[in-house]
């Protein structure tokens, strides 16, 4: 079966740092790329970040580039969201998720972890 359980998410102020962690069980994490996606309430599911399977190659979301950076760590079949510099508008659902390197689409999904940002 496969897991992916998120954590680190709480309330932080404004200007501040969080640090996300997605562990994955039940798959060959190494060879699967990596997304975070959040959802505020009333809003779309929001393209965050990604990282390949392999090199790795890396990807961010206009709003987050320069202030979020994604990394992996494949021995412990872990991903993680360093969050800097945070803002209200960051406040969500952050979820992770996981595509096979031959799919489009994730197939896998956390449940979630919530983030709030004061102002």
């Known amino acids: 079966q496969v897991q992916l359980v998120e954590s680190g998410g709480g309330l932080v102020q404004a200007g501040g740092s969080l640090r996300l962690s997605c562990a994955v069980s039940?798959?060959?994490?190494?060879?699967?790329?990596m997304g975070w996606f959040r959802q505020a309430p009333g809003k779309e599911r929001e393209f965050v970040a990604s990282?390949?399977?392999?090199?790795?190659?890396?990807s961010y979301g206009d709003s987050v580039k320069g202030r979020f950076t994604i990394s992996r760590d494949n021995a412990k079949n872990t991903v993680y969201l360093q969050m800097n510099t945070l803002k209200p508008e960051d406040t969500a659902v952050y979820y992770c998720?996981?595509?096979?390197?031959?799919?489009?689409?994730?197939?896998?999904w956390g449940q979630g972890t919530q983030v709030t940002v004061s102002s």
């Open positions: 998720a996981a595509r096979d390197n031959s799919s489009p689409r994730y197939t896998y």
């Open positions: 039940g798959l060959i994490f190494s060879m699967y790329h």
């Open positions: 990282i390949s399977w392999n090199v790795p190659y890396t």
